[in-house]
């Protein structure tokens, strides 16, 4: 059997990165970007007035009097073609470039011009109420990005404040790469959609709804199939159907272990390969990975937690790699476990929830392991790894953690 590291290796080895696009910056959140981001210019692109007050000559606050002239009024938006001269000053708004001739901008509240209703206009003379140095509340050109520096790099995944800084730089169509995208469906003869009432012997699809998330959440799109009956005309069915849809990847969950009614191993060899279909691993040892006509397959195992952990440890990488993204995959931290484990020296992943102690973290394990318990999967804030071939974790052994 092959273990988890060998299983994810060989699947990645089948994935590339996908082609770029150029979208709306608008639509641009969360995708990757495609290109490394430079700064075609200073920001801010001049000198302006960090505060609403008086633009001045810093040298002439210096005398004993503190007494200037307002020569001119400077709304942000404008462009200043006044030179101020020796005892002079402009009233300014923050943001509004600073006039050739000043260097410093005193605020409003240390000048003697108290009123500052809306709609006041400027003063014809102020009175300082303190002295000034060169560059006070000035935001000088380029303080933010130079031209030429590197901005944002190839394969970041775009937050809300990355496309203010690409608007800032005019960037109005961004480069990334195309979403990866996943055909969906879900196997058995038990499941029932979620709306239906309960009947003897049947369960609500919960992976159809688990699984398309985790894929929204990894940044692809999904493409329902719904539900296969536990038959070979079903499976081919949607396999046809996912095959045609030219998606990047087909991923279905059950019918992939040795049960009586699990076709999908078999319809997969006849039409494509398996590559594998085992993997050392707890929760989810039934793991297939081939192709259907061409397009890759993953095969995960029904048991809902089984399923999950089985996206996790295998589909999330491959969307990463599909999608540009350079985030490195799910964090890990390093944990003790609060209580003695066993296992059956298979690689495992064991739903546990954190807690700090004297700064270190403990993890505890959720409730019953079994893996058609989703409770304690949505309890836990982690997966606890135990690694293959251990079959006894001591109490207090430290752990490697995957942060849900
Ligand atoms: P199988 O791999 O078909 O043997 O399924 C293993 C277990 O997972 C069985 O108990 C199934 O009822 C359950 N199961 C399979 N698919 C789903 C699903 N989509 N939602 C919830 N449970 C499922
Ligand atoms: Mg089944």
């Not at 691993?281 to 192709?291: Q, T, V």
């Not at 996206?311 to 609060?338: H, K």
């Not at 403990?362 to 251990?390: C, E, K, R």
Request: charged letters at 20%; one cysteine or more.
């Amino acid at each position: 059997m092959l273990s988890v590291t060998e299983a994810r290796e060989r699947i990645l080895s089948h994935f590339q990165i996908k082609t770029p696009e150029q979208i709306p910056l608008a639509d641009s959140l969360r995708r990757i970007l495609a290109v490394d981001v430079k700064a075609d210019g200073d920001y801010p692109p001049f000198d302006n007035s960090a505060m609403d007050g008086f633009a001045l000559r810093s040298a002439d606050t210096s005398a004993s009097s503190l007494t200037l002239k307002v020569i001119a009024d400077i709304p942000a938006g404008s462009a200043p073609t006044v030179s101020l001269q020796p005892g002079e000053a402009a009233r300014i708004m923050t943001g509004a470039p600073l006039p050739s001739g000043a260097d410093c901008v005193i605020p409003v509240e240390d000048t003697d011009f108290q009123n500052r209703h809306s709609g006041t206009p400027a003063p014809k003379t102020i009175t300082l109420t303190k002295q000034m140095t060169s560059g006070e509340n000035v935001r000088l050109r380029g303080t933010d990005m130079q031209m030429g520096d590197l901005i944002l790099k190839t394969g970041r995944r775009l937050k809300p404040q990355d496309l203010g800084l690409l608007a800032a730089l005019g960037i109005a169509q961004v480069h990334v790469y195309r979403k990866p995208c996943v055909a969906l469906f879900s196997s058995g003869d038990e499941l029932l959609p979620v709306d239906a009432p309960l009947e003897p012997g049947k369960i609500r699809d919960t992976n159809s709804y688990s699984l398309a998330a985790a894929i929204v959440e990894a940044g692809a799109e999904v493409i329902h199939l719904g539900v296969a009956k536990d038959d070979r005309e079903s499976i081919t069915a949607l396999l046809d159907q996912a095959a045609q849809a030219q998606a990047d990847l087909i991923l279905s969950s059950a019918g992939v272990s040795v049960g009586a009614f699990d076709f999908i191993k078999e319809l997969i060899e006849a039409n494509g390969n398996m590559d594998f279909w085992r993997v050392n691993m707890r929760p989810g040892k039934p793991l297939a990975f081939g192709a259907y006509r061409g397009t890759p397959f993953i095969g995960l195992p029904g048991n809902p937690v089984s399923a999950f952990v089985g996206f996790q440890i295998f589909v999330r990488p491959v969307l990463e790699r599909l999608s540009g993204s350079m985030d490195g995959g799910r964090q890990t931290v390093r944990v003790r476990c609060v209580e003695e484990i066993e296992s059956d020296g298979r690689e495992s992943y064991l739903r546990a929830v954190l807690q700090n102690q004297n700064g270190e973290r403990w993890a505890v394990l959720t409730g019953h392991q079994g893996s058609g318990n989703l409770l304690s999967l949505v309890q836990a804030d982690a997966l606890l790894i135990i690694p293959a071939g251990v079959k006894c974790v001591p109490a207090g052994s430290e752990l490697e953690a995957i942060l849900l």
